[in-house]
């Protein structure tokens, strides 16, 4: 009887064994196909949607599996980061004093570091993507995010006003940094390595200003006055194609390749603008055009008195060093007694330009170029230009290059005789390069050889937000006389093809 029910006992338990394995093997190949099929739609995801479920600060390596988590370098780099720091702080004294004295808005006489300190907190690399683009370089982009604890003071001057210590607080810093080594035969086996922040996706670079002792109303405006100069500082030195080239192991190298060159010119007609947005309480406004590729190179047009459908017909000659990744800028200003506001900004892809092809565009404008953050998104009206974008052969680039080169040591003697402000400003007109066969523009000042000509126009501005462009009078003369006269263009740009807006 025992054996009996042993042997049932035994095959009641096999049953029940086999059974539940296989249930156990259907459950888990139904887990296995679910997991697949999650796996094949986060696979067909693309970056706007992963945006949307992670946010804008989401790693690189997420949305692009090229990039490499590297979890062993964020720790070496922590142990590192004191003696890191240590050094950048030198360099970054010594290289970024000389761009916030370049870069300098107008009002402000002096911005210099008070105090420059990175922090005990290191930066964190989420991912990198290494590729070989020519065989004698290695590619590198890192995914950098820093949230650090730094202390940095400004100290900001003012004429009339004390210097006024204001403090950045809160800094997060959010880009992709490329980097190019150079391979070399010989050790090191890197001849010189090349620094710049991809353009896409943006940089971030997010702070809060604090007045140290004193309050940010002693300097109307310092606030985007200073977040104007640290994104000029960006695009126009560190953001792609704009690069640091540094030779590597003290061997003489050369590095002309790596450097920055100019590949053609943008021919632009700023024609009228149709619609704009009063800001005047009696009257109309008074609107003039900036317009740029390099924030370092502006030119404006003439101002149009107590009009908003403005036609100002002027032709301005602009160099682009990348036409993959550059744009032309375009701000609408009205001008004012110690305050131009801005009325609207825009800006075109050169990438969007055939070479050697006439263009009639008309931009909407903006309030600003990043609009995520600007609640009034009412409409601003349109701008109409006309561009024709010519490639450089060999000798034209040399010839442009070495134009740009006299543009910004005159743009240097000016500011140091005390005619113009900054290097940035913006001044009527356009220096024409003559005999090299480019027509150079970025001083605006004067005609003929890039030296100063008949007169200057006279641009006020005083501490505006939108206050960069500050100038002086020196001859009887009106300046949109002079204007009409620097701004023709040996260039045609007429039977221009209709584009039907942006």
Known sequence: ????????????????????????????????????????????????????????????????????????????????????????????????????????????????????????????????????????QITM????????????????????????????????????????????????????????????????????????????????????????????????????????????????????DLELKPQGKLIVTIVRANGLKNHEMIGKSDPYVVLYIRPLFKLKTKTIDNNLNPIWDQTFELIAEDKETQSLILEVFDKDIGQDQRMG???????????????????????????????????????????LYHEFNKEEQLAALEAEKKILEERKRLKAEGVIGSTMDALDGAASIVGSGVGMVGTGIGAGAGIVGSGLGAVGSGLSKAGKFMGRTFTGQSSSSHARKRSGSSTPVNSLQENGGA
């Open 1 to 136: 009887m025992g054996l009996i029910s042993g042997i049932l006992m035994g095959m009641i338990f096999g049953v029940g064994l086999m059974a539940a394995w296989k249930h156990m093997m259907r459950y888990r190949s139904t887990k296995r196909f679910s997991k697949a099929v999650e796996v094949k739609l986060m696979g067909s995801l693309n970056r706007d949607d992963l945006k949307k479920m992670c946010g804008d600060n989401f790693p690189e390596w997420i949305s692009f599996p090229v990039y490499e988590q590297v979890k062993w370098l964020n720790k070496q780099l922590s142990k590192l980061w004191p003696f890191v720091a240590e050094a950048a702080e030198a360099i970054i004294k010594e290289s970024v004093e000389p761009l916030l004295e370049d870069y300098r808005p107008p009002g402000i006489t002096s911005l210099k570091f008070s105090k420059l300190s990175l922090g005990t907190v290191a930066p964190k690399i989420e991912g990198i993507r290494v590729q070989s683009l020519k065989n004698d």
């Open 141 to 256: 982009d890192i995914d950098l995010r820093w949230g650090g604890d730094p202390n940095i003071v400004l100290g900001v001057q003012a004429a009339m006003v004390a210097s006024i210590p204001i403090q950045l607080k809160d800094l997060q810093v959010f880009t992709v940094i490329r980097v190019i080594f150079q391979l070399a035969e010989d050790i090191p086996c890197i001849s010189a390595v090349v620094v710049a922040l991809l353009s896409e996706p943006k940089p971030r670079i997010d702070y809060t200003l604090k007045a140290v002792g004193g309050s940010l109303t002693a300097l109307p405006g310092i606030s985007d006055m200073i977040d104007d100069t640290v994104n000029s500082i960006v695009t126009d030195t560190l953001e792609w194609p704009h690069r640091i080239v540094v030779p590597i192991g003290g061997i003489p190298v050369d590095t002309s």
């Open 345 to 387: 900004v825009t800006k075109l892809p050169l990438n969007e330009l055939e070479a050697e092809t006439p263009k009639e565009i008309e931009l909407r404008l903006l309030p600003k170029l990043d609009m995520l953050k600007v609640k009034d998104k009412k409409d601003r009206g349109t701008i109409t230009v006309k561009v």
